[in-house]
């Protein structure tokens, strides 16, 4: 049973710092490229940061410079820097399976997600 758990959001004042994880498990991870999104509230998800078939790391306008993406094993994590509250959104973890090429992009397309976890930022 595939499943993606987040943790560490919560609230924090502008300018601070939080750290996500997700940790995945029931499937191989080396198949799998992975990413963090986030939801406005009334918005579709967006995707802040993730990582490609390459290896390499892809991230919205908005995150670059203040947020970086990691992943040891099965655990990828977000460190989020300088947040504001235009920041304030759930936070989800997805899985995009690699296609026979060993490509993969999670902005592109997402096989798993995992439950959320709220950021709130305030003034």
């Known amino acids: 049973q595939v499943q993606l758990v987040e943790y560490g959001g919560g609230s924090v004042q502008s300018g601070g710092s939080l750290r996500l994880s997700c940790v995945a498990s029931g499937f191989s991870y080396g198949g799998y490229c992975m990413a963090w999104f986030r939801q406005f509230p009334g918005k579709e998800r967006e995707g802040v940061a993730g990582?490609?078939?390459?290896?390499s790391t892809i991230y919205a306008e908005s995150a670059k410079g203040r947020f970086t993406i990691s992943r040891l094993s099965n655990t990828l994590s977000l460190k989020m820097d300088i947040l504001q509250p235009g920041d304030t959104a759930m936070y989800y973890c997805a899985a995009a399976r690699r296609r026979s090429s060993g490509t993969c992009n999670p902005f592109i397309y997402a096989n798993y997600w995992g439950q959320g976890t709220q950021v709130t930022v305030s003034l």
């Open positions: 990582t490609l078939g390459d290896g």
